[in-house]
């Protein structure tokens, strides 16, 4: 496994920062490859009005039409939060190697608190990393819901 970056865990909160003024729960993700960002992704769900817009998702997404494909191999996901079950999901069927992510999920987390399907023998496992930049990450999700009260 790689070592992560900091600068791409830094540009993923400026993402999650940019969703928490959009009023959307505040995640960001980015998709580097060869020390390269090919996509950036945040959480859109509130906007768009779909519930498969998480920033992984999005994300994902991008980086298939830049790279023009589905298998991301060779890539590095970079998240703020822990992957929910779909984004998990979503980065085994893109083939990511590496995932590292920020704070973890206590409610969704699916890549080692509520289940880990990082561990799980699927056709792809992914090596990851959490707890990257944890405080500043979890610190502006709190903020967001403590606004929303
Ligand atoms: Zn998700």
Redesign the pocket.
Known sequence: MSNFDIKYMEKALELAREAFEDDEVPVGAVIVRNDEIVATGRNRREKEKNALL?A??DAINNACKALGGWRLWNCEIYVTLE??P??AGAIINAHIPTVYFGAYDFK?GSCGTITNLFEMPYNFKPNYKGGIMQEECAELLKSFFKRLR
């Open positions: 998480h992984e998702t992957p929910c779909m984004c969704n």
